[in-house]
């Protein structure tokens, strides 16, 4: 059995993926080629935004939305340390500070009652990140930052596809972030990824940005990056968006059978009132989580922990002052949670012998 199985769906997709791959070799444009503009007209549609500009990844994709938002050196950015690297990473690397916050344990994201009492003159974004891919509350968050004069930044990186009362992740905030990185739930082959929003002049300097800092050619207005989108992957992003709305379909049903076979034997996952969750991961919660990867390895099932270090527990941002203890939910978490095999192409058998795997392993 397949963690996440992206081979059945090459099979499911090949002679469009391949045809969309092989036009790109046959024009040979490989650099911000016509089907890059094409994906960003098609994703902003998707996503419910005005505007979409595609990156080299969702890692470098937020680190250029916090340039646009002209955050650096002086700067904080309040955000939750249960998540990938990459979410704070991108704090230090524009010269900005994280301030972390916890998480709530129902959701596994951005407790947003405990927000308002980090903001300082110098918070300039806040950053929530749609874990598992499910989006937290972003009535309550754009109300803050609009209160506050303070950006929000959706790390939408597994949430690509989620709704909450109907609007797309990516579509809500100031900015939308994604990645496509070939696990996420919309993935290509290699690093990708796409940032979202209705703001004229954010778009325009998230794209300069991303081809170094020009507004045009040899014109160089800001300090921007190589940030470009491959065009052989905006071609195959193309090739599976049509599918995309059914693949999301069948993860949120097969995530709701999981939850009702196994919610009497242990924590799953909860879809909050107005959300619908893409599960990037379906995360349970479970006391003795070494036992249960042993029984599920047996069983031949493989099985993930993200993330069994919260981030003010990395050496590399010892520095900001944290220590364990602060963050007791998202400490908790760490310890409890672990992911089982999902992809839309997971058969309601492998569900089954998944399902009663885990019920032995904790009976
Ligand atoms: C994957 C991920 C990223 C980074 O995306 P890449 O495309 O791998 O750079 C950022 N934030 C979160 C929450 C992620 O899961």
Redesign the pocket.
């Known amino acids: 059995m397949q963690f996440i199985d992206l081979k059945t769906q090459y099979k499911e997709y090949q002679t469009e993926i391949d045809g969309a791959m092989q036009a790109v070799m046959e024009h040979g444009r490989f650099i911000m080629g016509p089907e890059i503009a094409e994906v960003e007209t098609e994703l902003a549609s998707f996503a419910g935004a005005k505007h979409c500009i595609s990156v080299s990844?969702?890692?470098?994709?937020?680190e250029i939305a916090l340039r646009a938002l002209n955050i650096g050196p002086g700067d904080e950015v309040i955000t939750v340390p249960f998540?990938?690297?990459?979410?704070s990473e991108v704090i230090l690397l524009v010269g900005a500070k994280p301030v972390f916050v916890d998480i709530d344990p129902v959701t596994f994201n951005i407790d947003v009652d405990q927000i308002e009492s980090l903001i300082t003159e110098k918070t300039k974004a806040i950053m929530p990140?749609?874990?598992f891919g499910q989006m937290p509350n972003f009535e309550k968050l754009n109300a803050i930052g609009k209160k506050h004069g303070i950006a929000i930044l959706e790390?939408a990186?597994?949430s690509f596809g989620a709704t909450q009362n109907g609007k797309r992740s990516c579509g809500v905030a100031d900015i939308g972030?994604t990645?496509?990185?070939p696990?996420?739930p919309l993935g290509c082959y290699g690093?990708?990824?796409a940032l979202f929003t209705d703001d004229e002049e954010l778009a325009t300097a998230m794209k300069a940005i991303r081809t170094h800092g020009g507004t045009k050619r040899h014109h160089h207005t800001l300090v921007g990056t190589n940030g470009r989108f491959d065009t052989l992957q905006a071609a195959v992003i193309l090739a599976k968006l049509p599918h995309f709305q059914k693949e999301v379909e069948a993860r949120g049903r097969i995530g709701a059978r999981y939850s009702e076979l196994l919610r009497d034997c242990c924590t799953v996952p909860e879809v909050m009132d107005g959300n619908t969750h893409v599960y990037?991961q379906y995360t349970l919660r479970v006391d003795d989580r070494e036992a249960l990867q042993a029984r599920l390895k047996e069983a031949g099932i493989p099985t993930a922990v993200?993330y069994p270090k919260c981030l003010h527990e990395q050496p590399v941002f010892e520095f900001l002052g944290y220590s364990y203890g602060d963050f007791p939910e998202c400490e908790k978490a760490s310890k409890e949670v672990v992911s089982l095999p999902m992809h839309p192409f997971l058969t309601e058998q492998d569900q089954d012998l998944v399902v009663e795997a885990v019920k032995s392993a904790i009976a």
Not at 57 to 62: R, V
Not at 83 to 87: A, D, L
């Open positions: 990844s969702g890692t470098h994709s937020l998540t990938w690297i990459s979410s990140v749609c874990l790390d990186a597994q972030s990645s496509f990185f696990a996420k690093d990708g990824g990037a993200y």
